[in-house]
């Protein structure tokens, strides 16, 4: 005699379970079409990180001249915004002449705190009086609004 158990319906049986491998189809774009997105975004990332680097490399050499005489603070400030420019490709407002250029950096800035056209003696005699001196504050000032300048403008 066997040990088998006869059971008398047979439609009470559950049906095999589906296996959950391999995948329908169609799964298979899917995966690609995410993997193919995940390293567009990260190309365009990495590429504009690349091509905004300058920024950065302007911010710090603002950092280094920031404790330097008021005539090589001034030169500085002036020197990495038309870097900046040129950087960007506007080597025709880099070529301006600094009265000329304050306005034109103005229009970049929409909300500024200050405004170049504020520093424009500063910028445009300040460089050729010996006895010139600024004040703690217009020190701070102008290295603010010239780092706002560098993150924010859009040349």
């Known amino acids: 005699m066997s040990n088998a158990i006869d059971l008398p319906n047979t439609a009470y049986l559950l049906p095999e379970a589906i296996p959950n491998w391999p995948p329908v189809w169609w799964s298979w774009l899917v995966l690609a079409a995410f993997l193919l997105l995940t390293v567009i975004i990260i190309t365009i990332a990495a590429l504009r990180h690349k091509r905004r680097i300058y920024r950065y490399e302007a911010l710090q050499a603002l950092k280094e001249v920031e404790q330097a005489s008021d005539k090589v603070l001034i030169e500085s400030c002036i020197s990495v915004i038309k870097r900046c420019l040129i950087t960007e490709g ?57 780092s706002y300048w560098i993150r924010k403008h859009h040349a």
């Open 90 to 146: 506007h080597e025709t407002l880099a070529s301006c002449t600094t009265k000329a250029l304050l306005p034109i950096l103005d229009q970049q800035l929409k909300r500024a705190k200050w405004t170049f056209t504020e520093f424009e003696p500063i910028f445009t005699e300040g460089l050729y009086r010996p006895d010139s001196q600024l004040t703690a504050q217009q020190r701070s000032d102008l290295v603010q609004l010239t």
